[in-house]
Structure formats: structure tokens, C-alpha cells
């Protein structure tokens, strides 16, 4: 409706627009030959492309060959589906492992991150404790150090802890994130006061209130922590290749890439993992887009 | 923001048995129960990191025996080290490319999907997927891509008459090759940040200026960009910010080769700890980057809070 409203606007705002311009661009406007689409098509589309160029290479790769991968120049079509890359893969002792593993991480920190935040979230917002503002305050401290910072105390932490090489190792630093607590705080503080003091005043405890009322308000909020926190927690290299050493306990990304070192010659291996690797992201976030995109812009304004 | 909690005066028969005082305490301890979880972690692995990361970069440390106080040498040696030097000079040129790059042609991306046209939301996905995707995936695809051997852009180029190129190879190209890689993928962000904040555009505004004779390129100028002026600050923070912190995609593609074309300054930390266990080493490194995100941010903020630029009803913020 919108879109049919600002397209009347548009329509009617057109003659007055052409004649207040200069009579010239009037007139090269009418002599240009009119392209049955807009003009912006001729920019986008050739972006889009080479946008989607790549992605595309990714799929046919897998299913080519490595013969055909590997003759000069390459092949850039394949000539048949071969699913040998997918099978190697799959084949492979070490693959479907890891990829458990990412699920088992990424699972546990959005669980996790969902009721932590939830319940620090709602104590900052709505109940009063001492301490509870120099604590609010340390917490929106931390959320600008970077992970350089706290990479190394982290591993001595992990290592006095004796979780390294293991799962735990990754689950333990995000358990939950300040952000969370932050995000959902912030979003509790929106929500009406009268419906938690009606709640309230008929017998419910904080826990009812929480659970009958609050929760199911915040739907946009809590789907916004699970989103940022898996593809954070699914796409990260950088602390699973500090804390992890042995390959059984490796996730998806960093035995993605030791897969690459050590299979460098069969790239038809190779991309088969790398699609097995993306294709969890790409289903929840097609099948989710309005929400991803919600998301990430509302972490991106936060600033 | 001391914010009275109504919900202990409420005037309720069944619940004025507890003293307000008691009240009070018991809600404290119930609001203790519920942050704890929280603030034990955020405390114990950011708080304490920090500290222990500053008293690390006075110290000489392997990660394993104890470490000995060695006061300001690591920054001595650091102001000395001419790799050290290289991967700043890495980082700020992959930076000065990358961040503009991303956010002018995201911005020229949301202008143009902005006009409602067929297939925006075909255009919108296809720019925003690479986006969604970990950089290992990006490193590993583009390795493929990068390939000088087996390599689809060079199978391309070979088509067109162009000789092979040595892209991650060369050390020549290695950077340019990276900060290509993050503009396919880092432009996305910048389009839907930009999207959002063109909905914001109010459209009496345009409308007005266009009554008032102003042509598409004026209305860009004088109402559209200008009202975009906050979200682009916020966009240049961010990237900056990024960028600087950029290492996943070189561990995997490049490994900070060749002969250092790529080293930057999270791959040389990441080196320093954890390849050469030169951990006190690794963390004063870590401080002298960290505070120069700080000023960073610290800069900008000014800049936005001077620039008087403020957009006529709070944008998306």
C-alpha cells in the first residue's frame, strides 16, 4: 500500500518537477529511447553478479570433478555432477565430527545466552540492588575491549581451568556476552510497566512475571540474541584455534582450513566442505532474512 | 538512571505481611541470583583479562614457566621491531582501502535499491549472503578463486588474453587481493545499515524539495546525504574498527606471507603468543592496538558530537 501511495506521489509530482528543470533536459529525456526497465537495473545487476559470481563458483566447484578442476585452463563449467568431493567429505573420519562440535558450541551459547541474558537483563532493568550500577557500568565497559586484549589472560584462565582441548573451552567464555545482557535490558526498559504490576498484584513471583509476561513480549529480542550469538559463535576461528590443539575436538572453521592445508590439491574436497560448512548460516538465514537483517542492523546502531 | 521498583510499594492485602524493608532485601537477593551467572563470567573473562593482560606486557612469559617483571621492555622492543612496523603499515593501508571502499559502495547500493524497484529483494540477499559468511569460508573459497594454477579468475583472465597473476602469491598483490575479498563481503552491512537509515528519510522533507525545484542530485545533496551524516560516522567507526582487528581471513589465506605482505597487527599478536610463546611480548602489542581503537573511537565521537549534522527526528539510533 505503501508502495502504491509513493508511486501516485511520484507520478504527481512529475509535471510540476519537469517544468521548473531546464527545457533541455526536458527534451533529452524525451528523445533518449525509454528502457523497459529503470535505469538503476544497469548498475545493480552487473554488482549482483559479481557479488554472486563467487557463491555460484562455490556450488559448481563441489560438484566438479578434481580432473576437471585440475587441467589448465580449469574448467569453469562442469561437464557432470560428480559428487565425489561431497563423498570424500563426508567419508572423512574427522568432518561429520566436527561439525557436531560447532553444533554443540553454537547450541550451548545461544541457550545459554538466551536465559543468562535474559535474567541479568531484566534484574538491570527492573529491580533494584546495590551495586547494580557500577555493575551496569563495567558491563558496557567491556563490550569495546577487544578480543586481543583478553585473548591470552582468557587461554590462562582456560588452561588453570583445565579446559583446553576441550569443548568447554569454547562453551565458558560465551556462556553469555555483555551484549546480551545489554541488548535485552534495554529492551525489557520499553516494555509496558502495568502489565508486570498487574501480574504481580495477582500472586505471580518475579519468575511468573518473567516467564507469563516479560518473555513473551520480547519474541524480537530474545530472536535477535540467538541469531547474533550463533553467527558468532558458528563462524569464529580466531579462540577455536587457541584453545583447541587436537583435531577431534576441532569445530567446523578451524578443521575447515586444516582440511584445505592438508587436501590442497583436491579443491572439489575441499569446496564440498566449505558448502557443508556454510549451508547452516545460508538455510537459517534465508529462512529467517527479515529477522537476520533486523538483527544485525539493530547491533550495528546500538553505536 | 536510579529507577524507583514501583513493584515493592504496591499496595497489595495478600503481600503487606513482609516489612518493605525485608522486602527490599529479599528482592536484592533475588536480583544478585539473577546477574551472577552474568557477572561472574563478564568479570572473570573481559574484567580480569584486561588487568591481567597489562600486568602480562610488563612481564617476560612463555605461557608456561613463571614469568619474570621485565617493566617497559617488551615496549621498547616493539618501538624497534621492524616486523612489528611492517604489520601497522599492513593494517593502516588495508584499512585506509577497505573501509571507504565498503562504505561508498554500500552507500551507492542502498541509493539505488532505496527506489523500490523490481527484484530488491533478490538484489538486497545476493549482496548481504557473503556477509553472513565466516571469513574462513571467505579465505578458503577465495584461496580457490585466487588459485594461480587452478584458479577460476585466472581461467578468466586467460580467456580474455590477460596473463596468469599471482594474487595471494605475490606480495605485490596479496593485500589487494584481501581487501577485495572484504569489500565483497563487508559491503552488505554497509547497504542494510544504509537501508534502514533512508527509511528514516522523512518524505515531506524530499517532497518539499522537490516542490521548492530541487533536481535528484540537489535533493541527494541537500536532504538525503545529510540526513545519512550520523549513520555514516557510525559506519566509519565500525569499519575502522574491523579493519584494524582484521585476522581470521589471513590466518587462513595468506598466514601473514608472503614475505610479510600480509602480516597485520592481530596476526603478529596471535604469532607473538602463541607460535613464538612470547606471550608478555604478544600483550603489550595487544595494548599499544587497543588503545589506538580507543582514540579511534574516542576521535570519531567527537568529530560526530562537533559536526553539528544531526538528522531532523532521531534516526534508527
Partial sequence: ?303 | MPRPAPLTVAPDARRTAASPRRRTRRESATAWAFVSPSVVVIVGLSVVPVLWSLMLSFQSSDLLTPSRWVGLDNYHQLSDDPRFAQAVRNTLLYTALYVPLSIVLGLVLALALNRRLRFTGLYRTLFFVPFVMSATSQGVLFSFIFDPEFGAANSLLHRIGIGSQGFFADPSQALLSLVAVSVWSGTGFCVVIYLAALQGVPKELTEAARLDGAGHRQVLGHVTLPHLAPVSVFLVLWQTINALQVFDLVYVTTKGGPLGATTVIVYFIWEQAFKNFTAGYGAAAAYVLAVALLLAAVGLRLARRGGGVRPARGAGA
Wanted: charged share 10%; hydrophobic share 50%; net charge positive.
Fill in chain 1, 1 to 303: 500500500m505503501t508502495l502504491l501511495s509513493a508511486a501516485r506521489r511520484r507520478e504527481a509530482g512529475r509535471p510540476g518537477h519537469a517544468h521548473k528543470l531546464s527545457g533541455s533536459v526536458t527534451a533529452r529525456r524525451r528523445g533518449r529511447p525509454r528502457l523497459p526497465f529503470s535505469p538503476w537495473h544497469l548498475v545493480l545487476a552487473p554488482l549482483a553478479l559479481l557479488f554472486a559470481v563467487p557463491l555460484v563458483w562455490l556450488v559448481l566447484s563441489s560438484l566438479m570433478s578434481n580432473a576437471e578442476i585440475n587441467r589448465f585452463p580449469p574448467a569453469l563449467w562442469p561437464s557432470g555432477i560428480d559428487t565425489g568431493g561431497y563423498r570424500f567429505v563426508t567419508g572423512n573420519a574427522m568432518f561429520p565430527r566436527w561439525f557436531a562440535n560447532s553444533l554443540i558450541v553454537s547450541g550451548a551459547a545461544v541457550v545459554s545466552n538466551l536465559v543468562l541474558g535474559t535474567l541479568g537483563g531484566y534484574a538491570f532493568a527492573r529491580m533494584r540492588f546495590g551495586g547494580s550500577r557500577l555493575l551496569m557500568g563495567l558491563m558496557l565497559a567491556t563490550m569495546v575491549v577487544p578480543f586481543q586484549l583478553t585473548m591470552i589472560p582468557t587461554f590462562l584462565v582456560m588452561k588453570n581451568l583445565g579446559l583446553i582441548d576441550t569443548l568447554g573451552a569454547l562453551i565458558v567464555p560465551s556462556l553469555v556476552t555483555p551484549f546480551s545482557v545489554f541488548l535485552l535490558r534495554q529492551f525489557f526498559l520499553g516494555l509496558p510497566r502495568e502489565l508486570e504490576e498487574a501480574a504481580w498484584m495477582d500472586g505471580c513471583n518475579r519468575m511468573g512475571v518473567l516467564s507469563r509476561i516479560v518473555l513473551p513480549l520480547s519474541r524480537p529480542a530474545l530472536a535477535t540474541v540467538a541469531v547474533l550469538t550463533f553467527l558468532s559463535t558458528w563462524n569464529d576461528l580466531s579462540w577455536p584455534l587457541i584453545a583447541i590443539h587436537h583435531e577431534p575436538q576441532y569445530t567446523l572453521q578451524l578443521g575447515l582450513t586444516t582440511f584445505q592445508g592438508q587436501h590442497n590439491v583436491q579443491w572439489s574436497a575441499v569446496m564440498a566442505g566449505n558448502v557443508i560448512t556454510v549451508l547452516p548460516v545460508l538455510v537459517a538465514f534465508l529462512a529467517a532474512q527479515k529477522t537476520f537483517i533486523r538483527s544485525i542492523t539493530s547491533s550495528g546502531l546500538k553505536g
